[in-house]
């Protein structure tokens, strides 16, 4: 019995040391699906690249086409014109968007919910409904000379700058508010009884402890507010003030446009957005896969 037993021991062990031979036929189905995907994903920005390097006409390999987009585009100074829009856009809605996170979050007000609602409610809105509205309040309010040329709201920075922030803080304060929840009470706690005030627990508690986040959705904001385009359309009048991605129709002709220019100039469009996106990636990646290993 005991031979039987220890016979039957070893062959158990054998037949758990023995390698398990799965199909390798999924993964590499799973790897040639997700190559083909990308491939076709980045095809329009390859064929965009290679053809701002040749000459429209000839054929040709050239870098013409990049100093003719700078100079006739006139980029520099509308390169200047996204800055003055997006930087502060970004700012005021993280800053926004993280306050009303803040009250969500930490308060159980049924105020809460509603405000909430309306903001989920306003990103699944589309903006071009609101276009009427928007631009006839732009052209009734007025604003000192040294704000606006104009003297309108209209044909100012300021209203692209309204506009993306009101658009985009509803997004972010989703996000915030869910990742404040997900901070320990005991902190907040603490907080208290050490006599903090809200805006104290606010200020010094809370907005360090979301540094990751809001760095995620800065890069988010940062590329979807610099390359907006319709707000900037419509409610823009002055060429000088057009943002980067609008002025791009500069180097389109009344009968005739050199679709290689143009592809030059996307790509001098897109530089800054990708050299953003690499510089704040580590951020961008923890910012996203924060609470994935939380039950």
Not at 36 to 51: D, I, M, R
Not at 171 to 183: E, G, P
Not at 268 to 290: E, K, M, N
């Amino acid at each position: 019995m005991t031979a039987v037993a220890a016979g039957s021991a070893a062959t158990g062990r054998a037949a758990e040391a023995r390698p398990v031979h799965r199909s390798r036929a999924p993964r590499i189905l799973a790897y040639v699906l997700l190559v083909g995907v990308s491939l076709l994903w980045l095809f329009p920005t390859f064929w965009a690249v290679l053809a701002s390097f040749r000459d429209y006409h000839t054929g040709a390999w050239t870098i013409q086409n990049y100093e003719n987009a700078w100079t006739q585009g006139n980029m520099a100074r509308h390169f200047l014109n996204s800055l003055y829009i997006t930087a502060p856009a970004v700012l005021l809605t993280l800053f926004l968007s993280s306050m009303a996170a803040f009250v969500i979050a930490r308060f159980s007000w049924r105020f809460n919910l509603i405000m909430l609602g309306l903001f989920t409610a306003a990103n699944l809105l589309p903006q071009q409904s609101l276009l009427i509205p928007l631009f006839r309040i732009s052209t009734r309010i007025s604003l000192p000379f040294w704000l606006s040329d104009s003297g309108k709201l209209y044909d100012s920075f300021w209203m692209l700058i309204l506009v993306n922030t009101a658009f985009q803080t509803g997004f972010c304060t989703f996000v915030l508010s869910n990742y404040i929840k997900t901070l320990p009470k005991e902190l907040y706690e603490a907080a208290m009884v050490d006599g903090a005030s809200i805006w104290r627990q606010y200020w010094k508690l809370t907005l360090p402890l979301c540094r990751p986040p809001m760095a995620a959705l800065a890069t988010l904001e940062v590329t979807w507010i610099y390359n907006e385009f319709f707000w900037a359309t419509v409610l823009m009048r002055t060429g000088d003030k057009f943002p980067i991605t609008s002025a791009l129709n500069n180097l389109k002709g009344e009968f005739f446009t050199d679709n290689n220019l143009l592809s030059a100039g996307s790509v001098l469009v897109a530089i800054p957005v990708i050299i953003i996106f690499f510089a704040l990636q580590r951020h961008f990646v923890s910012g996203l896969t924060l609470g994935a290993n939380k039950g």
